[in-house]
């Protein structure tokens, strides 16, 4: 019997602390009417001083890892996507892979902003098609309230800590990953990006006096972006897969604002009752948000052996990338 790449198991971790709306409008001049009128957030998670990216990540995987019955050690390989690292250098997968004991791990990082889970996992399915490695570790995790700008109410509103993982692996044949595309669109770079702390603009007295290390965001050009790919993309990989919208049993959006995902639900016409939805609680959390909205449906018994799963993300690059999996578990 052939094989094919899946989902064996997938884990969350959210922080405890909630930041609600009205929290906020202490902060900026902003209002709790506002923010869930024009993005759906109401809430949001932040991690305590204490907590990193990494520490966020393990929680999530070893979630992910007891879902799936495989042991650290048998993993093959740790991807995280994230844009909020410890370090600069060394990468969060190496600090995750010596703390979770995976001794026989590779580790690597992967920049591509909100996109990263949907990245991450196409490596990781090519990975285990090829018959080159059998289980490998995919987290999306953010720690975006260390770059958010507090003083910023256009993009200090929607953004939450938290960390999603996945353990990929061989599944049966005919299940798992149908198809996938990654795109990206790197005229936008300029649209969301933290200005300072790379090469271009090494950190200086300058660069912090003036917001350099925060998110910088056009969000009117984000959302025109997001938009039009979001269902376009979606439609191409159907078409990949042969298969249509009427087909689809769960549709996972990235979760960025409730206006860009109700826009999506009217041009592909799907019913919204199959569109996981979560913004309400733990706003945009970039790279984690399609593995905490897999982990939560999962959990609530929403997805079933043999539905068609439809994923899709945009993010900083810009970037893009949607995948439809037949689910294996
Ligand atoms: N509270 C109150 N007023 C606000 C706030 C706020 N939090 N934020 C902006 N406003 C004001 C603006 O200043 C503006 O006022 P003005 O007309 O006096 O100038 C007014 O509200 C309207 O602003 P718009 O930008 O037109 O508001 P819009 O309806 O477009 O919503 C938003 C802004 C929510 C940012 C939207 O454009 C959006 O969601 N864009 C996409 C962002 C996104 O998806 N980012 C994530 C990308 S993924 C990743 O990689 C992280």
């Not at 909100?114 to 996992?121: D, H, K, L, M």
């Not at 196409?122 to 490695?133: D, F, H, K, P, R």
């Not at 050009?221 to 979001?230: G, L, N, P, S, T």
């Not at 900083?316 to 949607?322: C, D, E």
Request: aromatic share 6%.
């Amino acid at each position: 019997m052939g094989f094919s790449a899946g989902i064996l198991g997938t884990g969350a971790c959210l922080p405890e602390k909630v930041m609600t709306n009205f929290d906020l409008e202490k902060l900026v001049d902003t209002s709790n009417e506002w923010i869930v009128e024009r993005t759906g957030i109401r809430e949001r998670r932040i991690a305590d001083p204490e907590t990193a990216t990494s520490d966020m990540c393990l929680k999530a995987a070893r979630a992910a890892l007891k879902d799936a019955g495989v042991k650290a050690e048998e993993l093959d390989l740790i991807i995280v996507a994230t844009a909020t690292p410890d370090y600069m250098f060394p990468s969060t997968a190496c600090i995750v892979q010596d703390k979770l004991g995976a001794a026989h791990a590779g580790a690597f990082d992967l920049a591509a902003g909100c996109s990263g889970f949907v990245y991450g996992f196409s490596v990781a399915s090519q990975m285990i098609a090829s018959g080159l490695y059998q289980k490998v570790l995919v987290i999306g995790a953010e720690t975006l309230s260390r770059i958010m700008d507090w003083t910023d109410r256009n993009t200090c509103v929607l953004f939450g800590d938290g960390a999603g993982a996945a353990v990929v692996g061989r599944v049966e044949d005919g299940y798992g990953v149908l198809a996938l595309e990654l795109g990206s669109k790197g005229s936008g770079a300029m649209e969301l990006y933290q200005p300072a702390g790379g090469s271009r603009r090494p950190a200086t007295h300058e660069t912090v006096d003036g917001h350099g290390h925060f998110i910088h965001m056009n969000g009117k050009e984000v959302y025109k972006f997001a938009a039009r790919i979001m269902p376009a993309t979606c439609k191409r990989v159907l078409a990949k897969a042969g298969l249509t919208i009427g087909d689809v049993d769960m549709l996972f959006p990235h979760q960025a604002n409730q206006r860009i995902i109700d826009n999506a639900v009217k041009h592909l016409k799907i019913d919204p009752a199959k569109v996981w939805v979560n913004i309400d609680k733990y706003g945009n959390t970039s790279a984690a948000c399609i593995p905490i909205c897999l982990t939560e449906a999962q959990r609530e018994g929403r997805l079933h052996k043999g539905d068609n799963v439809l994923v899709v993300a945009f993010g900083t690059g810009l970037t893009w990338g949607s995948m439809l999996l037949k689910w294996a578990k």
